[in-house]
């Protein structure tokens, strides 16, 4: 139980596209979303937060303008990388909390994308 | 706040050794702990948690964790390494009253046969 996707796993777009990463959570309704954004040897930094029927809370530095995130249903968030540049190359994770399980403080992740931007 | 200190981006142990990761930890409300493994090129795997009760934690392929207040520790062990181990290792922290996970640096585990 508890599985989580991302798709795509590996994408590679030139620079000024954009580029979208879906996570949907498989068997379970996740309430709360979470980007993350790991870039090489490092730990992941969390970019945002999102509630189901709300609006995306992003961490300070992160730009709202340019990551566009909707969590579109109980299942499924999205993240829209804007106008790409090589500098958003990095690895993106999705995790899922569904607060109605015992288990509130379980983040459950998602494979991750790696993204490159030429 | 919360924070995390991983000592050690790379430890290295040969097949059948103790695997010690350490991982310590700064909050300011009573702390939920974790730690999650990494394979290549994939996402997190929950290895175990700690929120309230039994100190010693068990998670799984054989790994443990014991939550120490007084050194404000959590650190992961297993007593004996298998080449399968060789992943890197994050411990996390988050709270009762908070939704986010602050991740340490991570340590990456090299297993020897």
């Known amino acids: 139980g508890a599985v989580v996707s991302q798709h795509p796993s590996r994408v590679i777009c030139k620079s000024g596209t954009s580029v979208k990463i879906e996570c949907r959570s498989l068997?379970?309704?996740?309430?709360?979303m979470f980007w993350y954004r790991q870039f090489p040897k490092q730990s992941l930094m969390l970019m945002a937060t999102?509630?189901?029927?709300?609006?995306?809370?992003?961490e300070q530095g992160v730009e709202k303008d340019k990551f566009l995130i909707n969590h579109a249903s109980l299942t499924l968030s999205t993240l829209t990388v804007t106008s790409a540049h090589p500098e958003d190359s990095s690895f993106y994770i999705c995790?899922?909390?569904?607060?109605?399980?015992?288990?509130?403080?379980?983040?459950?992740f998602g494979p991750g994308t790696r993204l490159t931007v030429l | 706040a919360q924070s995390v200190t991983q000592l050690g981006s790379h430890v290295s142990v040969s097949e059948g050794a103790l695997v010690l990761l350490r991982c310590n930890y700064s909050?300011?409300?009573?702390?939920?702990l974790f730690w999650y493994v990494q394979y290549p090129n994939q996402g997190l795997q929950l290895l175990l948690k700690?929120?309230?009760?039994?100190?010693l934690v068990k998670g799984i392929n054989g790994f443990e964790a014991e939550f120490k207040k007084s050194e404000t520790s959590f650190h992961l062990t297993k007593p004996s390494a298998h080449m399968s181990d060789a992943a890197e290792y994050f411990c996390?922290?988050?709270?009762?009253?908070?939704?986010?996970?602050?991740f340490g640096t991570g340590t990456r585990l090299q297993v020897f046969p």
């Open positions: 995790s899922a909390r569904d607060l109605r399980l015992r288990s509130t403080d379980t983040q459950y």
């Open positions: 068997d379970f309704q996740a309430t709360t």
């Open positions: 999102s509630n189901e029927g709300s609006k995306a809370t992003y």
């Open positions: 909050s300011s409300v009573p702390p939920y």
């Open positions: 700690y929120t309230t009760g039994a100190t």
């Open positions: 996390a922290v988050s709270g009762y009253n908070t939704d986010k996970l602050i």
